[in-house]
């Protein structure tokens, strides 16, 4: 097995990523659960060109069918693949209009003073459940997340729990029939919710996304009903999985680095470079999902032929020492830092801004409110949220305030 899928390359990949940076920054890899073979792509140049090349494409429709049927965990989310990041223009620019304006930095903004109550309510709670300590993942980093995704699209956060099921499910690598089996249920469980959903809106509109995507859907050429289903999952899932991931994995940082920690407490100035910083230091998308070659193409010497799938790592790009100076370093005040850990091209993060002002107010709260905030347990106790390379993440992370 390659060294990347191991425990060990889970826990920690730099080491990994360094030695192919240096030796072979474009190698093929086999992805052990469907053995899918894949290009991999390590080096901040060669990520970045082929993110931002059209000869890439992220439609699977256009791909040969004997191909799709080994990449088969797309094949059982095809009820929910149907969504801009699986499309190529023009239906991924109209797919992407249609929920823009809903992310834009300054509409953003306007969410600040109810993500901070969610914050400031979380660790309340927490305190008044156990006064020592928690687990920051499922007390504070998740529901944080969630519970503002889900108010923006109008589904009830009441349902977190049915959400955290589901998207679990969905980064546990799946290779025998019975895996497969579950996979493809939680997938119509998934499908069935949002249904249900789009009909209650569509009989009573709200002012929420859901109806405003309900009424578009209603325009009939804009957003097909498979669309509308789609555009709800990636949002969903897009919104809360990968945030919970970066407010994680920053604090973990932060504990890890005291030094750089108490310059933050000391500079609040600092808090978006900080959070620039975690997204470049320990981002918690590791790879970008797959894309492939839509007729030959050359990147970094390296042929790579029509219909072969590639994957960029963001983390190994954004820790490229040829782009970062001291990239080892977790640096607070690092600038300039153009990392590409929301990804680049045309598929960059939609939620940026969001996942941006979240963190930013999650660190800043829990700095705050937990300043003696430690870890519990060994550092090397940490176990990795999934054994697929999307996600940098950690499962649990007990902390003792
Ligand atoms: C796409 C990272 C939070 C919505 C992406 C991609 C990355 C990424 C790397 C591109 C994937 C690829 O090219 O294969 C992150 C990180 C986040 C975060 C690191 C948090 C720290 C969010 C949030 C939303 C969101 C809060 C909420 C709406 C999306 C959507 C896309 C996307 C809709 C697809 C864009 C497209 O295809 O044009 N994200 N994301 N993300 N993200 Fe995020």
Redesign the pocket.
Known sequence: MHPLFTLAGRKDPHPIYKRLRAEEPISQVIEPYRKVPFWLLTRYTDCSEM?RDPRFGKDFTKWPPEERARLRVSGEFDVLGKH??SADPPD?TRL?SLVAKA?TPQIVEGLRGRISTIAENLVSAALARDASGMDLVSQFSYPL?VTV?AELLGVPSADQDDFRRWTTTLFTPADTEEQLAHLRATGFEFFQYFMALIERRRAEPRDDLVSGLVAAEEGGDRLSTQELVGMLF??LV???E??VN?ITNGMLALMDHPEERERLVADPSLLESAVEEM?RYC???ET??YRFALEDVEIGGVTIRKNELVLAS?LSADHDESRFPNAARFDVGRKPNKHI???YG???????P??RL??VIAVETLLRRLPRMKLAVPREDLEPSSMLLLLHAKKRLPVQF
Do not use: D, K, N, Y
């Open positions: 993110l801009m990041l991924h992407r992310f997340p995704i990636l949002l897009a919104g809360h990968t945030t970066l997204l981002g918690p998308v970008t999902t963001l850990a929301f990804g045309i598929h960059f993060c939609l939620g940026a969001l996942a979240e963190a």
